[in-house]
């Protein structure tokens, strides 16, 4: 979630052979003199945690014999790619992280890149499965009658777990004479305290990397899911409910609302989300919307930054407030692979309570397993109060088609910058939306 909540990677069968590697960015981590058949290969592209995996990985040869080699390849998308042409001649790692949809990850599934490890985790009554959040095991599954056709059953471990909501910067909540303990909770009182601010500090009220689609799609299904809840969202996805829909108007309202009140930083619909997190950390708005892995980043940005977290601020008093959560970090092991017992092997070690504790310390992360919440700073125990209130669309019986999707926070884009009104943004999401169904039923 934190790089897996990101789309990206499309279907491997469908994409053109590349006829190159990037190799250029890979550090090995721990001894080859063993034969490579014999060492397990892991590939990420968490260089914030390069260092700790590495170490982990050391760990885990001296405690077991079973070496393994950590490779990071980043940026991002330079790992997806990696992944994508790995995939295309067979040479794909004893352990990766697919990153992208539930799609994504039923395609590699298919193609028999990713092993079923269900078998594993109910091994000894359930002793693996019973250590984590079920919402982080739910990331990784398919459940029954799913819609990709998948066997139903646990595909991946995931190493931490990630919740997106609110955050505020403390000192500026105090210099605008608003008590930083007691941050906005209703839609009336943030744009209240964002005026409040604007007067007193001279500072811009939100910042998010909405240049990226899928930070628009999570502000706005949480807003949407606090408005309609979750069945008239699924029922929307199926074609049962319009997007002109009142309930939806009013979820593009609030974004045409926020604009009005001037809430959004300048140029916010072309930032990316590190932009976004630069722009927090030096102070130059109040409010970002972020997900937990942000505790680490504002951490190496500005040390002397204080802040706390909150809930999307509530719009309706019909349903609870939901944020976007589940797994951040997750792995597969793959299926092809000579080595996959040891691969498991040194998976099911990573998410041992003790090596999730140094997730904890060392990089600040939200642990995947139970039991660790003592450990956790209290930036970050703000997030994992709101696993309380944890909901992921990608776990809906159904998803929305990927097209309507692009059209929905494009259009919430030209909200924003004042192209567009609501009603134009729900005619339009609704046109493309009948448009996919009826090529759908002609299949």
């Known amino acids: 979630m934190k790089r897996g909540f990101v789309r990206g990677v499309v279907l491997m069968c469908l994409f053109p052979l590349l006829a190159f590697f990037v190799s250029g960015c890979s550090r090995v981590s721990s001894s080859q003199t ?63 992280g697919v990153l992208g949809d539930k799609k994504d990850f039923a395609n590699f ?8 490890l269900t078998p594993y985790f109910e091994q000894n009554d359930g002793e693996w499965l019973h250590r984590f959040y079920p919402d982080a095991i739910k990331t990784v599954s398919f459940s029954k009658d799913n819609e990709y056709g998948i066997k139903p059953g646990i595909y991946g471990v995931p190493l931490d777990m990630v919740t997106i909501q609110f955050v505020y910067n403390k000192d500026i909540l105090k210099q605008a004479g608003l008590d930083p303990e007691k941050p906005p909770q209703t839609m009336e009182e943030f744009l209240k305290a964002v005026k409040t601010i604007k ?42 409910v319009k997007y002109t829909d009142p309930d939806w108007v009013r979820v593009f ?17 072309i930032k990316s989300n590190k932009e976004a997190e630069r722009d927090f950390a030096r102070g130059k708005t109040a409010f970002a919307f972020n997900g937990s892995w942000c505790v680490n980043v504002y951490k190496h940005m500005n040390s002397n930054l204080h802040f706390g977290t909150m809930l999307p601020p509530k719009i309706s008093d019909a349903n609870p407030v939901g944020v976007w959560g589940g797994a951040g970090t997750f792995f597969v092991v793959n299926g092809k692979s000579p080595r996959a017992e040891k691969a498991i092997e040194f998976l099911k070690w990573l998410t041992e309570k003790d090596q999730q504790v140094r997730f904890v310390r060392d990089a600040n992360s939200l642990p995947a397993v139970k039991g660790c919440e003592e450990f956790l700073a209290p930036e970050v125990r703000g997030f994992l109060k709101a696993m309380n209130f944890m909901y992921h669309p990608r776990n809906f019986p159904v998803q929305e088609d990927p097209l309507v999707v692009d059209t929905f926070c494009r259009g919430i884009q030209g909200i924003i910058v004042g192209e567009k009104t609501p009603k134009d943004v729900a005619e339009e999401v609704q046109r493309v939306k009948d448009k996919q169904l009826k090529k759908r039923a002609r299949r």
Not at 43 to 64: C, G, P, R
């Open 34 to 96: 063993a034969p490579q058949d014999e060492v397990v290969t892991m590939w990420h592209w968490l260089s914030d945690k390069e260092d700790l995996l590495e170490s982990l990985a050391e760990q885990f040869t001296k405690e077991t014999g079973i070496k393994v080699k950590v490779d990071v390849f980043g940026p991002t998308e330079t790992y997806k790619q990696k992944v994508i042409a790995s995939a295309q001649t067979n040479v794909l790692p004893d352990i990766f």
């Open 109 to 116: 599934i298919k193609v028999g890149y990713v092993k079923d």
């Open 199 to 240: 007067e007193k500090v001279g500072v811009d009220g939100l910042v998010t990397g909405f240049g990226e689609l899928w930070l628009v799609e999570c502000m706005a299904s949480n807003f949407a899911w606090n408005i309609m809840g979750e069945e008239k969202m699924i029922a929307t996805y199926r074609g049962e």
């Open 253 to 269: 309202e609030v974004f045409d609302k926020m604009r009005k009140a001037g809430v959004f930083i300048p140029g916010i619909v």
